[in-house]
C-alpha cells in the first residue's frame, strides 16, 4: 500500500483472478470526506453541499426560527472552552439560517449543507427557519476534539 497525501488514503490496486483491477482503500481522516482547506483569503468559514461522513455520533444541536427571540444570537467564542480545538464541522440537517459577519458579509446555510467554522469566526445568527445540525470539534490535525 502506499500513501495517497491528496485524498489522506492508503490504497493499493490488485488483479482479481478474472484480471478486474481492483482498488482497496483506508480512508485515513475520520470524517472523511474533508471540505478542502480555505483557500488564502476566503477567511474562517466555509459552506459546501455535502455529507458528513461519520457525523451519525455527533450531538444534534437545534434552534426556533425567528420571530422567536432565541432566533437571533451571536455564534459562541467555542474554541475559549475547548483548548486545542480549531474548527466547528457540522452537517445542517432542516432549516436555514443567515449568518452576517462583522464586516457585513452575509452567508445562507441551509439543510444539506457541510460547514465548517473555524477558530475565530464570528457571526450574528438569524434563523429564517427552524434548524438543525449536527457537529463536533476537530483539532488542527484533523482529528476529533476530545
Do not use: M
Amino acid at each position: 500500500p502506499t500513501l495517497n497525501e491528496r485524498y489522506n488514503i492508503y490504497h493499493l490496486f490488485a488483479r482479481d483472478p478474472d484480471g478486474h483491477l481492483v482498488e482497496i482503500q483506508q480512508f485515513r481522516d475520520p470524517a472523511w470526506p474533508r471540505v478542502p482547506d480555505a483557500a488564502p483569503g476566503v477567511g474562517l468559514l466555509t459552506v459546501v453541499k455535502g455529507r458528513a461522513a461519520g457525523s451519525e455520533h455527533w450531538p444534534v444541536w437545534s434552534c426556533p426560527a425567528l420571530p422567536d427571540p432565541a432566533g437571533r444570537f451571536q455564534e459562541s467564542r467555542w474554541w475559549e472552552s475547548r483548548p486545542g480545538a480549531s474548527e466547528e464541522r457540522c452537517l445542517i440537517l432542516a432549516g436555514r439560517a443567515a449568518l452576517t459577519e462583522p464586516g457585513g458579509r452575509r452567508t445562507r446555510i441551509e439543510a444539506g449543507d457541510w460547514v465548517v467554522f473555524r477558530k475565530g469566526f464570528t457571526c450574528l445568527w438569524e434563523v429564517e427557519e427552524p434548524i438543525s445540525k449536527r457537529y463536533s470539534y476537530f483539532c488542527a490535525d484533523g482529528t476529533e476534539w476530545r
